[in-house]
Every structure is written in C-alpha cells, then in structure tokens.
C-alpha cells in the first residue's frame, strides 16, 4: 500500500506505535477524533457570547469547565461510536469513506486498538466528563447534572447496541440537540440562569449546522450502513431525499438567523454572513452524490459544510458580542 493509501485510509499501528506514556496519550488523543471537536467547542462559545452580552455575566472557571466536560462527552461518544460500528460491522465493510471525515477513525480497523481497548478509552472519557460535571455541580447546583446526563445519553445512546439511534433514523436529531441546543443553551444558563429566546435561537442554528455535517457524511458510508441494518436518514432518504433535507435545513437555520434580525437579537450586519452561509449551504447539497465521478465534489461539499459550522458559529459569536 503506497503512502498515499495509507492516508486515505487513516493512521496505521506503524505510524503511532511506540513505547512510553506520551506515545499512548498521543494515541488516545487522536482515536478521539480531535479534529471535530469544533462541534463541542464552538456551540459553548456561542452559548457564553451570549450570556456575556444579554446578561454581562462571565465567569472564567464555570466557562472552562463547562468546555472541558463538553469536550470530554464529545470524545467519549467518538470513540463509542468507532466501537459500536465495529461490532455491527459498518466500519469494517466501509469501503466508500472520505477519511478523515467518514468511515470513523479506523483505530480498531487499523490495528491501532483493540475494540476491548477502545470501549475502555470511551469508559475512561465519560468518567472524566463526569467528574468535571461533578465539579461544575457544586458550582452551579444539580441542573447541571440533568444537562451532562441528557448529553452524555443522547452521544452514547447514539451508538449504543440494541438502541442505537444512529440506525434509527434519530441520530442526526439526537447530535443536533447534544452539540447544538444544549450547549448553546446550557453555556449561557450556566453564565447567567436564565436561558431566554435569543439562545433557543442560537442553538437552533448551530445545531442545524451540526446536523448538517452528519446528514452529508453519511451519504459516502450510506452503502456500508444499509448492508449492516444502519439506517441513517441519508440511507433512508437516498441522494435525492438527502438533498431535499439539507437544503430545507439550510433554510431553516436561514429563518431562525431571520427572527433573530428581526428581534434585534443580532446586528442587522449579521443578515449579510447568515445570508451568505445559506447560499453556501444551498451550493453543498448540490455535491451530494454516490456516483464515483462525483467523489471529488462530495468532498468539497462535506469541507464546505464543516466550514460553515465553523466560520457561521463565529459569526454568532461576534454578532452576540456585538450586539
């Protein structure tokens, strides 16, 4: 296998071998899948922003900690996930992914861990999130338990046997609430105690946009998912329904950016990038396509929704501040 393979296909025992306990936490660390953690970071900026502008409250321990449990959930249900589509077979028959961004780490297909090894790492991170929430609830009182458990559920429920929501056609709603409406919302409760209309606006939109990411990554694993019973919305739907339900989404975190012009939530300056982020979106679904001429598109079209996450929660964050 040539090293561009090797690539494609993602790190290999080889590569991130070695003895010692830098080189173990390195491999933790990445059978994580750090490079998505944007998609619990940015919602707790968002959330935070918000408090900080609405109710100029910030407190900087509350705000770490509340990143830190939320980065560590997020890990936890990563690395579940690469766990649970090992044992149902989608990652091992997986030949269609886009690595880095399907198909899953490939840590357990790689040879990088064991899928015993990767359960333990999921357990290690749901008990460090635990205990930072543990933490935070003697800061903040026993609401923060119910947050941190209803996160924690919907990720490891996401991918849990016997449940698994991912395979049910409500895993996309599940990560839109667990890394958009409820960070969003919960950062900005744990600021201030309130969550008022402006931050349900907020986390509607980011969690639109997280929707989004998964909805058109499952489009190149969708053949893999369907042989092994998983079957998430882009294989419910197939290209054409998947298409139609990402360019409605797109629409729908348009209207809420709307509503928060039109209370002057945001500066009228937000409509422009908000208006902007919806043509982009519009733009990505054309990308959405299994044929193998189109792989090159898809590609882009996955890039292009991950950037709108990234550069749209940003734009809210400042519109926030901004304000």
Not at 45 to 50: E, K, R, Y
Not at 88 to 113: K, M
Not at 237 to 243: I, N, Q, S, Y
Request: glycine share 12%.
């Amino acid at each position: 296998m040539d090293s561009a393979a090797r690539v494609s296909d993602g790190p290999t025992s080889a590569e991130l071998g070695g003895p010692g306990l830098p080189a173990a936490l390195r491999r933790a660390f990445l059978a994580s899948r750090p490079k998505f953690f944007t998609a619990s970071v940015l919602p707790v900026l968002v959330g935070t922003a918000w408090a900080g502008a609405a109710d100029h409250a910030f407190n900087g321990l509350t705000f770490a900690l509340a990143l830190l449990a939320t980065v560590l959930a997020h890990a936890a249900t990563n690395v579940y996930n690469d766990v649970g589509d090992d044992l149902n077979g989608t990652d091992p028959a997986n030949v269609g992914r886009i690595h880095p961004y399907t198909g899953g780490s490939r840590f357990i297909q790689n040879g990088i861990f064991s899928r015993a090894q990767m359960l333990r790492l999921a357990v290690v991170l749901t008990l460090l999130a635990l205990a930072v929430g543990a933490w935070l609830t003697l800061l903040r009182g026993p609401g923060v338990l119910m947050l941190g458990l209803a996160g924690l559920g919907l990720g490891l429920f996401y991918s849990q046997p016997g449940v698994q929501l991912s395979g049910r056609g409500s895993g996309e709603l599940a990560c839109a609430i667990g890394l958009g409406v409820l960070p969003v919302a919960g950062a900005a409760w744990l600021q201030s105690g309130v969550v008022d209309p402006g931050a349900w606006l907020l986390g509607t939109i980011v969690a639109v946009w997280v929707c989004l990411i998964l909805l058109i990554n499952e489009v190149p694993d969708s053949v893999a998912d369907a042989a092994a019973g998983k079957r998430t919305l882009a294989v419910r739907l197939g290209e054409a329904g998947t298409v139609v339900l990402y360019r409605a989404l797109t629409l729908c975190a348009l209207g809420a950016g709307v509503a928060l012009v039109v209370r002057r939530d945001v500066p009228i300056w937000a409509a422009l990038p908000l208006l902007l982020l919806a043509a982009a979106g519009l733009k990505a679904a054309g990308g959405i396509s299994l044929a193998p001429a189109h792989r090159a598109g898809l590609t882009r079209s996955i890039e292009m929704t991950l950037g709108i996450h990234a550069v749209g929660s940003l734009v809210l964050v400042a519109a926030a501040l901004l304000r």
